[in-house]
């Protein structure tokens, strides 16, 4: 038998996995999570669900409602990606990770299935965060898209809810180049007969989230129309404030399809969220004296708000430690954040990293104050090395950057 990391190089090696490798891990059907499934017994019909999309939230949300349905006493599965550090991380009950033995006995019990299916990676994780969840019998499963919707290896429930936080400009390679096929991706999720709750709308996007829900007779409800108290959260970030907004609109529609959660539940549940499901990564706070910040945002939707946040801030100097994949655009990725700060460019481990040649090319020459690194490692300790009490770190540009640094 292999041991738990001998089981997780096997996936790794052996099935293509998005984050690590790009478009060749990509599958542009349902045709193998759907054979996987029927060859489980159909895991996923065994448990109540609410089903996330959108391009920038998904995660935050997925993490406030699973908090909110645990402080109203629920068994609440969760199944969110990509992980930082540990495979687990992406199949959680009440905020636990699966046992090592579960995921050990699970590849080794269909292995042969899993290789004769040429099944990908994430597909391979949501079949196996299904069973799961089916094992220990939830009351209900968060279940987080990965890219997309409509082709998301997630679209085979039928859940209570579905939420779409929000469309912006990112994987445009698979979802389209405008807003509104973007948008038409991502309301794959929406199901006949089944209300969806919408975080934000631009113009273009609304009307495609109009007439999918006319066609499949589901209620839409659009969170921007709504007003809420502003409950607090261990979340930080100014940009939670919206995602709490598309929180709270579901879990109104949710109590009103007889889900018993009340008010105390729902602040708790806000409170508490990274203590109820450790999440991390979001406007995430390592450090003060210089503050030091890691956030996950790699897109323009998501880092329009994490620029506004660091603009918030009271600095004498902010050093950024930035790295990214190779399948994003630098140069516009740059312009979202101050011209006037000290960089530290640096290459995550990962087979998809921008390296540091790369970089060096196409960084502007009028940006003074650079400096390179081969590593995620060597950046921050010369930011940290640079910096004064007074100053901030802000460390991103990748998930795979913040992983590492946590």
């Not at 891990?25 to 349902?30: F, T």
């Not at 046992?99 to 006995?105: S, Y």
């Not at 994430?122 to 069973?131: D, K, P, V, Y």
């Not at 631009?202 to 129309?225: G, M, P, Y």
Request: aromatic fraction near 8%; charge should be negative.
């Amino acid at each position: 038998m292999r041991t738990y990391q001998e089981t997780i190089n096997w996936l790794f090696t052996n099935l293509p996995m998005f984050q690590r490798v790009g478009a060749s891990a990509m599958k542009a059907d349902l045709t193998n999570i759907t054979a996987l499934c029927e060859y489980l017994g159909n895991p996923q019909k065994k448990f109540k669900s609410v089903h996330i999309a959108g391009t920038n939230g998904k995660g935050s949300t997925s993490h406030m409602l699973a908090s909110i349905f645990q402080e109203a006493g629920y068994k609440v599965g969760l199944t969110t990606s990509p992980h930082l550090k540990d495979f687990r991380e992406r199949i959680r009950v009440n905020g636990v990770m699966v046992d090592e033995e579960f995921v050990i006995n699970f590849v080794e019990k269909h292995e042969e299935k899993i290789i004769q299916q040429k099944a990908s990676f994430f597909e391979i994780a949501i079949a196996m965060a299904f069973e799961y969840f089916a094992q220990q019998k939830v009351d209900i499963a968060i279940i987080e898209t990965g890219l997309g919707g409509r082709l998301d290896s997630t679209n085979i429930i039928l859940p209570e809810l579905s939420v779409i936080t929000n469309i912006g400009l990112d994987h445009t390679q698979f979802l389209g180049d405008t807003l509104d096929k973007i948008a038409l991706e991502k309301a794959g999720i929406i199901k006949p007969n089944t209300a969806v709750v919408i975080g934000e709308t631009t113009t273009e996007t609304k009307s495609v989230f109009e007439q999918i829900s006319k066609e499949r007779n589901a209620d839409v409800l659009f969170a921007e129309d709504k007003h809420f108290q502003d409950l607090p959260s261990d979340l930080k970030g100014s940009y939670q404030i919206k995602n709490k907004r598309t929180v709270l609109t579901a879990i109104e529609q949710l109590q009103k399809q007889n889900w018993n959660i009340s008010g105390e539940n729902i602040s708790n549940g806000l409170l508490n969220v990274v203590k109820n499901t450790s999440l991390r990564g979001r406007w995430d706070v390592l450090g003060h004296d210089p503050l030091i910040v890691a956030d996950t945002a790699h897109n323009p939707h998501g880092l329009v708000e994490v620029s506004k946040q660091i603009n918030e801030q009271a600095y004498n100097q902010l050093h950024l430690v930035l790295g990214f994949v190779n399948d994003k655009d630098v140069l516009s990725i740059l312009k979202f954040f101050p011209k006037k700060a000290t960089y530290y460019f640096c290459q995550p481990d990962v087979p998809r990293q921008y390296t540091i040649d790369e970089l060096y090319k196409i960084i502007p020459e009028e940006m003074k104050d650079k400096h390179f690194f081969d590593t995620v490692e060597k950046a921050l300790l010369a930011a940290k090395k640079n910096a004064s009490e007074n100053d901030m770190i802000y460390i991103g540009g990748s998930t795979f950057v913040v992983a590492e640094v946590i």
